[in-house]
């Protein structure tokens, strides 16, 4: 990847160490007077506690009740996230400030969805024009393959859009696309194609024919591996169906990218290339033209609507004031486990089978940004950063791995996401839903005690297994229906939790210099593999006799 890394280190405000800071030692001292406090003697003593501790706010309900948490905590959190600059932290982020320090870039995903009256400037210019300008090429583009009437090679109109490219450019497209299935063309067929393993084309393509299909390569570099690979045999197949025409490539692949050089180099007609800046992340890319197939596939209204509903939590998370703030507020409750009580995990866990891939989405905005071992300026941290993010949709997950929750020896948090209306309404299915999303977090919060176990005339040696301890803390997260707007929501929910937790690690979220060094090191590997003659291998043993072990192997 190019970037604009200067050779010396920008200016970084110094901050105190997150261990120095006066809230963090104060919250030290707080949590071992929570640390064995029950949620069922918080819930007792305070019969108000759950409506208190609850927010709603642009149609988003969080109910945080269910946490180990006191007044006191939400307010020594709060004043971390001061003490931690965080107020300032989100300024210089909307005013375009190079907050992505190692890569010298603003970070700007909140411009993707400014109205257009907005103005948010980057290197002295204004970027929302721009943004506006390729969201209404992309809305042109989109209305005519939606109505058939751009057409391929033969003329005939395209069926199948195929979106190329990977994590970034790939997890965020696939997850809206499954998130608002219920909105989509039905009569178009949509297929993600990512991984290098080549059975991912070859299955996405098997039954689609080459005259009514449409290639996206989406790519920020459009030098990606997996994607390039994915790139070129899509093109093989396009024009193995197509008769072997060269010029049927400008009418079955477009792209979206930041390299107008590679596109065009690939064939690709740049008029049919739809940009984006360095300054959006690849896994903050998805409201970007990346998000080509998902416009393609809800339509445009659909996508601004998506829009919108971001920018709404984008002014939420700046305006409000911090106990009060959505996105604030699960950050910092994510600090206060990981920190305090040594959680490593938290779960993700969406009553809600649209949010299939929302997990998996949201694995890489989490570890990717907060996965990191240094602070700004490059000092190892002292204190542990990002958990691992996991989670699968309720209610299948509670068939297999809520068992680990419930009775299991490690403490992971769970955010529970769910809606008040279903989309496809069919008899008692959604009370039954909902059912189990309340019953579930009241289960993890309050358990069962050995006596009330006893009670229901349980043999004494088996009370032991049925005894659930509780206090298992879980966020519950409502919203009305899973909408364009509700999903938007969400997505910015997460990105800013991610971007709160990042400022009080005081680590650069933006970067990913962890993705780099593996597309580095493959291509470096790769040609040894294909190479004919026995080249010397400089590995470790290890990785030397691996690769001979393949080579012999393959060849024969
Ligand atoms: C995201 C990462 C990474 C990136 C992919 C694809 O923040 O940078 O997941 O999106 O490596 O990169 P390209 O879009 O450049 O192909």
């Known amino acids: 990847m190019t970037t604009t890394t200067p050779r010396r280190r920008p200016k970084i405000q110094r901050r105190t160490t997150l261990s120095r800071r006066q809230a963090w030692k104060a919250l030290q001292a707080h949590y071992k007077s929570m640390q064995a406090a029950h949620l069922r003697t918080m819930f007792a003593d305070d019969p108000q506690r759950g409506s208190r501790m609850s927010v709603e706010a642009i149609g988003v309900f969080l109910d945080y009740s269910k946490n180990r948490i006191t007044d006191e905590t939400i307010r020594l959190l709060v004043q971390l996230a001061e003490e931690s600059g ?84 790939d997890l965020g497209p696939v997850m809206a696309y499954e998130a608002l299935k219920h909105y989509t063309e039905r009569s178009l067929t949509f297929r993600f194609v990512s991984n290098v393993d080549g059975t991912d084309l070859a299955e996405a393509v098997r039954d689609l024919q080459a005259d009514e299909t449409l290639f996206i390569v989406s790519s920020k570099t459009f ?29 079955h692949f477009v792209a979206v990218s930041t390299n107008a050089e590679a596109v065009s180099k690939f064939g690709i007609d740049t008029a049919n290339m739809f940009q984006f800046w360095d300054w959006v992340g690849g896994r903050y890319s998805m409201e970007s033209a990346i998000g080509l197939s998902t416009m393609i596939a809800i339509g445009p209204d659909n ?69 990191k071992h240094v602070t700004l300026d490059g000092k190892a941290v002292s204190y542990e950063t990002s958990p ?9 997950g509670q068939h ?21 209306q279903p989309l496809n309404p069919l008899g008692r299915h959604h009370d039954l839903l909902m059912a189990n999303v309340f019953a579930q977090t009241e289960a993890l919060a309050f358990g069962k005690t050995a006596e009330e176990v006893k009670n229901e005339g349980t043999p004494d040696w088996l009370v032991p297994h049925r005894v659930f301890e509780g206090n298992r803390p879980s966020n519950t997260i409502l919203a009305e229906q899973l909408t364009p707007e509700a999903l938007g929501k969400l997505i910015a929910l997460y990105e800013h939790s991610v971007f709160t937790q990042g400022v009080i690690w005081n680590i650069d979220s933006f970067d990913q210099w962890g993705v780099e060094l593996g597309k580095v090191l493959a291509q470096r590997i790769a040609p040894e593999l294909e190479s004919k003659d026995e080249t010397s291998l400089g590995h470790d043993s290890s990785t030397n006799s691996l690769i001979r072990r393949y080579r012999n192997r393959r060849r024969t």
């Open 86 to 169: 965080l107020r300032e932290g989100i300024e210089a982020m909307f005013r375009g400030e190079k907050i992505n320090v190692t890569e010298n870039r603003a970070v700007l995903h909140v411009a993707l969805r400014a109205p257009l009256e907005a103005s948010i400037m980057v290197d002295g210019e204004n970027v929302v024009p721009k943004v506006h300008a390729v969201l209404d090429r992309i809305a042109a583009f989109s209305q005519r393959v939606r109505s058939g009437e751009w057409k391929g090679h033969t003329g005939k109109p395209i069926r199948n859009v195929v979106n190329i490219g990977i994590g970034g450019s």
């Open 223 to 251: 030098t990606t591996l997996e994607t390039m690979t994915n790139a070129n045999s899509a093109r093989e197949w396009s024009l193995a169906g197509l008769g072997g025409d060269p010029a049927s490539v400008a009418k």
């Open 303 to 371: 996508f601004l609507a998506m829009l919108n509903g971001s920018h709404q939590m984008d002014e939420h998370f700046r305006q409000t004031p911090f106990a009060q703030n959505l996105p604030v507020l699960m950050g910092l409750l994510t600090i206060w486990y990981v920190n305090f009580f040594g959680a490593e995990t938290v779960a993700i866990l969406p009553y809600e089978q649209y949010l299939k891939r929302f997990p998996a989405y949201l694995q890489q905005l989490t570890m990717e940004s907060n996965g």
């Open 388 to 396: 691992v993010y996991w989670g699968e949709p309720g209610t299948n």
């Open 400 to 420: 297999s791995f809520y068992q680990l929750i419930h009775q299991g020896t490690r403490l992971i948090p769970c955010d529970v996401i769910a809606f008040h």
